[in-house]
C-alpha cells in the first residue's frame, strides 16, 4: 500500500463528500500520510457558515437520492464534516485549502473551519502528494 | 488469541459501545480510547459494524497492539485489544 495519499476535494455534494470523509478515515486509521485539497465547492462544503448544515444532492439521483439522505439520517451516519474532523485528530491527515478559490471568491483562512490547516497553491498541493497516489473527486 | 470464555476474564480499562456506528466509526473508537489509555491497557470495542471484522485486526496489527480477542456476542462483536506502545 502507498504509504502517502492526497485526495482532490472538487465537489461540494452530500454523496461525494461522505466518500471523501470515509476514505480519509480510513487513511487515517492505517496511518497514511493523508493530504486534502479542498478546491471549488469543496471549499464551500467547509465555509464556516456551510459545515453543519445539510449537504446538496446532485439532481440527477432524484427521489431515491432523498431516500438515501433520509435512511442516512435515521440510523445516524456520522455528517462528512465531524468524520472528516475526527481523521484529523486521529491521523497523519492535513486539510488544505486551494488558493484559488479562497481568492476568487474573497475569502480568508477565517472564513473556513479550523480543520483546514492552511492554503496553498496548486503547485504546494502537488508537490506535497509527490510519491503517493492521488484520488480526485 | 483467547477463547471466548477466556476473554471475558481479561479486565479491560475501557468498554465502548459502539454499535450505533457505521464503518469506520468503531475503528476510530477504538483508535481513540487505545490513545487514551495506558500502555499495558486493555480496551474494549462493541461493534455491528461488519467492516470491523477485517479493519480492527488490521489497524492493530498495523499499530503493533495486541489483539487479545474477538467475541461474537448476540448480534454484535466484541473486540478486546491491549495498548502494547
Given amino acids: 500500500m502507498s504509504s502517502k495519499m492526497s485526495f482532490v476535494a472538487f465537489s461540494g455534494t452530500a454523496d461525494k463528500l461522505q466518500a471523501l470523509a470515509t476514505m480519509v478515515s480510513g487513511a487515517a486509521a492505517m496511518e497514511v500520510e493523508t493530504h486534502v485539497f479542498l478546491t471549488f465547492w469543496g471549499i464551500m462544503a467547509l465555509r464556516k457558515d456551510a459545515v453543519d448544515k445539510p449537504l446538496p444532492l446532485p439532481t440527477e439521483y432524484g427521489e431515491q437520492g432523498k431516500q438515501i439522505l433520509e435512511i442516512m439520517e435515521q440510523r ?3 455528517p462528512f464534516a465531524e468524520l472528516l474532523r475526527l481523521a484529523t485528530s486521529v491521523g497523519d491527515v492535513h486539510i488544505h485549502a486551494c488558493a484559488m478559490t479562497v481568492d476568487l471568491f474573497n475569502m480568508g483562512k477565517d472564513d473556513l473551519d479550523d480543520m483546514v490547516e492552511d492554503i496553498i497553491g496548486v503547485g504546494t498541493f502537488i508537490q506535497l502528494a509527490e510519491g503517493g497516489s492521488v484520488v480526485f473527486i | 488469541m483467547a ?13 465502548i459501545d459502539a454499535r450505533g456506528s457505521f464503518c469506520p466509526g468503531p475503528l476510530m473508537e477504538m483508535i481513540r480510547a487505545v490513545r487514551d489509555s495506558q500502555v499495558g491497557d486493555a480496551v474494549a470495542v462493541w461493534s455491528k459494524d461488519p467492516g470491523s471484522r477485517t479493519d480492527i485486526p488490521a489497524w492493530i496489527q498495523k499499530a503493533k497492539h495486541e489483539l487479545i480477542g474477538v467475541q461474537d ?3 454484535y462483536t466484541r473486540f478486546v485489544v491491549r495498548k502494547m506502545h
Fill in chain 1, 76 to 78: 445516524g451516519v456520522t
Fill in chain 2, 73 to 75: 456476542k448476540d448480534g
Fill in chain 2, 3 to 15: 477463547e471466548n470464555s477466556d476473554l471475558d476474564a481479561v479486565e479491560t480499562v475501557q468498554e
